[in-house]
């Protein structure tokens, strides 16, 4: 039997995703995790002296931090298995990726396990978000410097 | 079925409990510009509700938007400040479309005293000029 034969064949069995049922799910669920994100972040507005503009860091770091606690108690993964993509494309999914990356290397020891491994899949979303901020940047500069755009 | 149908009813209706488009409020201040303010603003299109307050010779006026103009907050936060600068002059005047700073103004709307007012207004603006 040629590679070529044996993929039809796997094709022929494997059953086929039902993509539209799970961008429905991802897109419910990511909604709802927006509308919990909204609601925090209105609630830091109407008791700590947060404004619209800097209410965003706070209130990402809470997400995140309840990420890591579901994660902890084995919640997140539940969210996860039922809305796929809407749990791991928001922030987070970052919380997620930390604290899971923590427990599965927890067994080789605190600093070359959860230390080394922390941030074995976060690592990347650091790496390409400060990289891309940088160019986002440059490319602001270059468009205020010329006078398309103000600060 | 039904019950589903009158949940959604109560959410529309409540939607619908009609408060004034602008409140204002002057402390120790005379003079009619809050009139001509609140006159520029009912007939702005684009704002759902505005909180004005005129604290000596200070003015703050915050606005909520429309929600489906918050992309344009910018532009039409900048051409609403710039109406309004043909009423009152540019140092005294505050224009903000955050949501933070109109929940404020409803707090001063309430504040009887002049002094507590004047330091509440200082705070907002403050608050205006923090960055991330």
Sequence with gaps: ????????????????PPIFKNVIKAFVIGGLFSVVGQAIS?????????TEKTVGNPT???????AMLLTGFGLYQKIGQFAGAGSAVPVTGFGNAVISAAIEHK???????????????AGSVILFGVVSAFFVALVKLALVSIGVISW | MR??????????????NEEAKVEQKQVSHSGNELAEIEQLLIK?????KAAV????????????????????KRSLESDLK??????????????????????ESKKLLKQKDAKEAKKDLEKMKKLMEEET
Excluded at chain 2, 84 to 99: G, M, N, Q, R, Y
């Design chain 1, 1 to 16: 039997m040629q590679q070529s034969d044996y993929e039809k064949l796997e094709d022929h069995f494997t059953p086929k």
């Design chain 1, 42 to 50: 209105i609630f830091y507005m109407m008791f700590f002296p947060f």
């Design chain 1, 60 to 66: 990402v770091a809470t997400m995140i931090f309840i």
């Design chain 1, 107 to 121: 067994t080789e020891g605190v600093v070359l396990g959860v230390g080394g491994n922390l941030f074995k899949l």
């Design chain 2, 3 to 16: 019950q589903v149908l009158v949940l959604i009813m109560a959410v529309f209706l409540v939607g619908c």
């Design chain 2, 44 to 48: 702005e299109k684009a704002i759902d």
């Design chain 2, 53 to 72: 307050i005129a604290v000596e010779d200070e003015f703050m006026v915050a606005i909520q938007l429309k929600p489906w103009l918050n992309y344009k």
């Design chain 2, 82 to 103: 710039k109406k309004l600068e043909k009423i009152v002059p540019k140092e005294k005047l505050a224009v903000s479309t955050d949501f933070k700073l109109y929940h």
